[in-house]
């Protein structure tokens, strides 16, 4: 599964590098994931390039999110229509933030530090 990651001022930002998330990936996925977020703080998972997401790939992207543990967020950016849809259908939209692009994910996670 190719995910590349790099960091941004708040978050770390997980790069899908695939048209596809789906059960021929979805275990490669939840451990590269888990590799490259090992480090520990937020993260961004820009999905741009994503154009097709099944329900193995939707649950690795669940099981990576929960994998976090509670003190760290995962945001969505980027996604194709068809990828929103599923999010969209499986209300998992009320779960993650979603952002249409990176920029916008990274200008939310910014936010709170706005103040400081």
Not at 37 to 45: E, H, K
Not at 48 to 75: C, H, N, W, Y
């Amino acid at each position: 599964m190719p995910l590349t990651s790099s960091d941004s001022e708040y978050a770390q930002i997980v790069h899908v590098e695939d048209s596809r998330l789906d059960a021929s990936i979805a275990i490669q996925f939840k451990e590269d994931f888990r590799s490259l977020t090992a480090g520990g703080g937020d993260v961004i998972l820009e999905m741009s390039q994503v154009e097709f997401l099944d329900s193995s790939g939707l649950g690795s992207i669940v099981a990576v999110f929960k994998g976090l543990g509670p003190d760290r967020t995962m945001a969505l950016a980027g996604l194709q229509p068809a990828v929103e849809k599923v999010m969209a259908l499986t209300r998992m939209n009320t779960v993650f933030a979603i952002f249409p692009t990176l920029e916008d994910a990274l200008a939310a996670a910014a936010a709170p530090h706005a103040a400081e």
